[in-house]
């Protein structure tokens, strides 16, 4: 199985920044992809920012000139850098990982999704 782990969430005031970080581990031999996403109350999940392995990036509209991705491969991290956050920021950020990892049990490379357990950002007025 691969895990994440995020972390750098809180809470900060309109205009302010923060950085989340994810980490992955496992027996990883390759991620293709990893993101943010977010989930603000009553709302659907959203795609935030993702960046994949051959260096592309996509941002949502809402988040494009304030957030930027970047991942550090040797690392297994991804990171998002959040400025000039507004109130509606505000929800529980989540990193998704898409890639290939020795599945023990199969005993050979094995497709994987994984999401981490969200870190919560409050942006107040």
């Known amino acids: 199985q691969v895990q994440l782990v995020e972390s750098g969430g809180g809470s900060v005031q309109g205009g302010g920044s923060l950085r989340l970080s994810c980490v992955a581990s496992?027996?990883?031999?390759?991620?293709?992809?990893m993101g943010w996403y977010r989930q603000a109350p009553g709302e659907q999940r959203e795609l935030v920012a993702v960046a994949t392995k051959a260096g592309t990036t996509n941002y949502a509209d809402s988040v494009k000139g304030r957030f930027a991705i970047s991942r550090d491969d040797a690392k297994k991290t991804v990171y998002l850098q959040m400025n000039s956050l507004k109130p509606e920021d505000t929800a529980v950020y989540y990193c998704k990982a898409e890639g290939t990892y020795r599945d023990i049990a199969l005993g050979f490379p094995s497709g994987f999704t994984s999401w981490g357990q969200g870190t919560r950002v409050t942006v107040s007025s």
């Open positions: 496992g027996i990883i031999y390759s991620i293709s992809s």
